[in-house]
């Protein structure tokens, strides 16, 4: 199943938690591990702190100063920055799912993260029982 998620600006960290809650909900199982992928080479998906929105901001600020976003890059597109920033948060989480309730911590949230935005973006729920 898949979750749309649009963005609104360059670099953005949107939390797709009560998304990914309800299409595992959706699914009907209830004990498993549920995957959670970004279809694109320039978003990536993160679990991290959803209580405090500076968190996200700090993240962006930091990830941004570390790889600008011009820095002599060759490909052609012109969005290198993006797909390295990709590269090291990674693609997907997997997140353990007992009882019908997705293992998290109480300040863990699930990231959908836009380094290539704004635009409109795929994020991949499997739920695999077991
Ligand atoms: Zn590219």
Known sequence: MQI???TNARTQMI???SQVKQTVK???IRDGLVHVCSMHTTGAVTINENA???????ILKTI???IPFDDNFRHMEGNSAAHIKVSLFGPSE???LENGSMVLGTWQGIFFCEFDGPRTRRVNVKVIPG
Request: glycine share 4%.
């Open 26 to 28: 959706e699914t009907g």
């Open 94 to 96: 997997l997140i353990p």
């Open 64 to 66: 941004n100063r570390v």
């Open 15 to 17: 939390d797709i938690t």
């Open 52 to 58: 405090d929105p500076a968190v996200e901001s700090d």
């Open 4 to 6: 749309s998620v649009k």
